[in-house]
């Protein structure tokens, strides 16, 4: 008798704590206008570089945003803004965790900033993997913001379900790269999204052909186009083109988003595809 009450009162205690996060959740999203995930059927096509540099983009625009990194096996955000051996502070009045600060306007939170040693992997399970994006939300000091951008892992797995489940999403962002291994991944990805009932901002493709430096002849490095009819078939908006640029290695390597470069046509493509964006949630919202 008396451990079924302590059992009972256990139930009780968790279901309290489940019920305060979700309103905190609910609290923190509820002063961001507008919510996005970027994903990717197939690992390595670019969602960091778009999620990064949109994040940037929107920032330089004088936008308020937030950028959280959910991929927690790889958590490239900090490395990719220069930002890798920043600490996270905490809120003392308020027991809340401050993100990393990146003028002009925008706020990360990666769980590379919990991380003591960069070779050290985590060992995440299912579950915890949960309780820890609830917390990047539910206790992190967001604050107003205009955009909420999350980067996620390769594929369909936890970390965009759980984040799905836990906020309603404006919209999702596909990327992918114009091979047809990644197409047919990314065919994927655009269905999670549908299942997930998650509007579809559209597909971008990138490392889309490629310049030679020397002779300026366009090559196919991973051919050209597909994505874009990948999105017809699909009845998904195309985003545009980034074409591969040497320079957006080094960008990400040196932790200086390539959105701040010297003009390039990856620079130029990039603006185009964040106007679209901006259009399309921006939109949305009026709509709504
Ligand atoms: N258009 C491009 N031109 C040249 N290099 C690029 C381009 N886009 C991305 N890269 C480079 O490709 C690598 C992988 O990009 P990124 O980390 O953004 O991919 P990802 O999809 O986030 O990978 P993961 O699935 O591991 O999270 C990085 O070194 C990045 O600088
Ligand atoms: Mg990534």
Redesign the pocket.
């Known amino acids: 008798m008396k451990k079924q009450r302590t059992e009972d009162l256990k139930g009780e205690d968790f279901r309290k704590k489940i019920e305060a996060e979700e309103e905190a959740i609910a609290k923190r999203m509820g002063v961001v206008k507008h919510k996005l995930l970027v994903i990717?059927g197939k690992?390595?096509?670019?969602?960091?570089?778009?999620a990064a540099n949109l994040a940037i983009a929107l920032a330089n625009k004088g936008y308020k945003v937030g950028l959280m990194d959910v991929?927690l096996h790889?958590p490239?955000v900090p490395k990719m803004l220069g930002i890798e051996d920043e600490h996270l502070s905490i809120d003392p009045t308020a027991n809340e965790i401050i993100p990393i600060l990146v003028p002009p306007g925008l706020k990360v939170m990666s769980v590379g900033f919990l991380i003591s040693t960069k070779d050290s992997p985590i060992i995440w399970r299912g579950p915890l993997k949960m309780k820890a994006i609830n917390q990047f939300i539910s206790q992190v000091k967001w604050g107003n913001l205009d955009y909420f951008i999350v980067?996620c892992?390769?594929g369909t797995g936890d970390e965009p379900l759980s984040t799905a489940q836990l906020f309603p999403l404006d919209g999702t962002i596909v990327?992918t790269t114009p091979q047809e291994v990644a197409l047919l991944d990314s065919r994927k990805a655009v269905n999670f999204a549908r299942e997930l009932k998650v509007p579809i901002i559209g597909i971008i493709e990138?490392?889309s052909g490629f310049t030679c430096p020397y002779c300026g002849k366009e090559i196919d490095l991973f051919k050209v186009g597909g994505g874009e009819r990948s999105a017809k078939e699909m009845g998904v908006p195309f985003l545009g083109r980034?074409?591969?640029?040497?320079k957006?290695?080094d960008?990400?390597?040196k932790g200086t988003p390539f959105v701040l470069q010297k003009r390039s046509k990856?620079i130029e493509a990039f603006e185009g595809i964040t106007e679209k964006i901006r259009l399309f949630v921006e939109g949305e919202r009026r709509k709504g």
């Open positions: 990717s690992g390595g096509v670019g969602k960091t570089t778009v991929d790889g490239n980067d892992p390769p990327v990138n490392m980034i074409p591969f640029d040497p957006m290695v960008a990400s390597d990856a």
